[in-house]
């Protein structure tokens, strides 16, 4: 993974209106990465560094960047400009075919923050890209689903240490977990999963389930929709332009995800008996 997830705080625990003494915990780590496409700035996400490669990826990938690894020429980690000792930050992605990029549409003119990916978007209306409607007609038993957030759970490591990181996880139509990623930006821990599937050959993902561990946001499902997902399913509760996306584009959302009961948004087709 490279860089490590969390590190040390000192901290003081107060019970009752009393601090008691201070003690070492874990934090999640937090840190700017900006990301240039033949050299030319497009974004600065602030995510947990480790799975970097994973990331830029899948933010190339559901921005309509790229389609297949092929597309991807090299990925090369730069020194900061503002700290020439220190590499990691700053990231340079070289592409097959640059000149097919509409830098203008992709470029983010503000940062994009851990909670909201959609920072510095001119309007929803400019995320709708060119991703079609899925075709797929790939099914999910009720009882499968019940089993995925104990297996999320069970691959959350840095989440254990911390209680501060999101989590995203593929899963195959038998549910077994191909693939887990954490990050304090539930739509980095997205795109880190999603990234990783490209760069693994792994698309489209027409047989798949996304599973987050928070609330699914319309990004997390139009992201889903890049990479030919049909089913989203999460812990916590869709929004509801989220539910208006996964319906106009054949994909079922699940919600609430918890225990032996959960709600379902779209696309109730999906969820059959097989």
Same mark, same amino acid.
């Given at each position: 993974?490279?860089?490590?997830?969390?590190?040390?705080?000192?901290?003081?625990?107060?019970?009752?209106?009393?601090?008691?003494?201070?003690?070492?915990?874990?934090?999640?780590?937090?840190?700017?990465?900006?990301?240039?496409?033949?050299?030319?700035?497009?974004?600065?996400?602030?995510?947990?560094? /480790?799975?970097?490669?994973?990331?830029?990826?899948? +933010?190339?990938?559901?921005?309509?960047?790229?389609?297949?690894? /092929?597309?991807?020429?090299?990925?090369?980690?730069?020194?900061?400009?503002?700290?020439?000792?220190?590499? /990691?930050? !700053?990231?340079?992605?070289?592409?097959?075919?640059?000149?097919?990029?509409?830098?203008?549409?992709?470029?983010?003119?503000?940062?994009?923050?851990?909670?909201?990916?959609?920072? &510095?978007?001119?309007?929803?209306?400019?995320?709708?890209?060119?991703?079609?409607?899925?075709?797929?007609? +790939?099914?999910?038993?009720?009882?499968?689903?019940?089993?995925?957030?104990?297996?999320?759970?069970?691959?959350?490591?840095?989440?254990?240490?911390? /209680?501060?990181?999101?989590?995203?996880?593929?899963?195959?139509?038998? &549910?077994?977990?191909?693939?887990?990623?954490?990050?304090?930006?539930?739509?980095?821990?997205?795109?880190?999963?999603? &990234?990783?599937?490209?760069?693994?050959?792994?698309?489209?993902?027409?047989?798949?389930?996304?599973? !987050?561990?928070?609330?699914?946001?319309?990004?997390?499902?139009?992201?889903?929709?890049?990479?030919? !997902?049909? !089913?989203?399913?999460?812990?916590?509760?869709?929004?509801?332009?989220?539910?208006?996306?996964?319906?106009?584009?054949?994909?079922?959302?699940? &919600? +609430?995800?918890?225990?032996?009961?959960?709600?379902?948004?779209?696309?109730?087709?999906? +969820?059959?008996?097989?």
């Amino acid at each position: 993974m490279g860089a490590r997830p969390t590190r040390s705080a000192k901290i003081r625990t107060v019970r009752r209106g009393r601090p008691g003494a201070a003690r070492a915990d874990r934090v999640a780590v937090e840190e700017p990465l900006e990301i240039r496409v033949e050299g030319k700035g497009v974004a600065v996400v602030m995510r947990t560094p /480790g799975h970097d490669d994973d990331l830029v990826s899948g +933010f190339l990938l559901t921005e309509g960047v790229v389609r297949d690894p /092929g597309d991807i020429f090299e990925i090369t980690h730069c020194r900061s400009s503002d700290d020439r000792s220190r590499e /990691g930050n !700053v990231i340079d992605v070289l592409l097959r075919k640059p000149e097919g990029v509409k830098f203008d549409a992709l470029t983010r003119h503000v940062f994009s923050a851990t909670s909201c990916g959609l920072c &510095g978007k001119a309007s929803i209306e400019a995320v709708h890209m060119a991703f079609k409607p899925l075709r797929s007609r +790939f099914r999910v038993s009720p009882r499968l689903l019940h089993t995925l957030p104990e297996a999320l759970a069970k691959s959350q490591a840095a989440f254990r240490e911390t /209680g501060g990181l999101h989590a995203a996880a593929l899963f195959d139509a038998d &549910g077994n977990l191909l693939s887990a990623r954490e990050d304090v930006g539930r739509h980095n821990a997205v795109d880190k999963l999603l &990234g990783h599937a490209l760069r693994s050959g792994w698309l489209p993902l027409d047989r798949h389930i996304l599973f !987050v561990s928070g609330r699914t946001s319309f990004e997390i499902v139009q992201k889903a929709l890049a990479a030919r !997902v049909p !089913v989203v399913a999460g812990i916590s509760a869709p929004s509801s332009l989220a539910v208006e996306f996964a319906r106009a584009n054949k994909q079922a959302l699940a &919600g +609430f995800v918890r225990g032996d009961r959960f709600n379902i948004y779209a696309g109730a087709s999906r +969820f059959a008996a097989r």
